[in-house]
């Protein structure tokens, strides 16, 4: 993924989320300990133009890895380092 965006949500501890950008399929930012749901995100302007005549974003990654995701992970104190493979 060239660009786009990295959420791990609490999944039940009421931890604040953290987020950070991807770049060239990588990315890094800190986050608090504990179960997260991973998130990501990307978009791409499409043709179409909104009411003001602006590019209208849409979605590149599929829902099942954004907003609907299931995928989890475990952030622990130390470093850590994850990979993800998104499917069409």
């Not at 949500?9 to 060239?24: F, L, R, V, Y």
């Not at 499409?46 to 992970?73: A, C, F, L, N």
């Amino acid at each position: 993924m060239e660009k786009g965006a990295i959420v791990f949500d609490a999944d039940g501890d009421g931890a604040i989320p953290s987020q950070g950008g991807i770049t060239d399929g990588h990315f890094e930012f800190e986050s608090t300990a504990g179960n997260k749901i991973v998130r990501i995100y990307s978009t791409r302007e499409s043709d179409e133009k909104g009411p003001y005549g602006e590019p209208v974003s849409v979605s590149i990654v599929p829902r099942k890895y954004g907003t609907d995701s299931t995928m989890k992970e475990v952030v622990k104190e130390e470093e850590n380092v994850y990979s993800f493979d998104l499917e069409s």
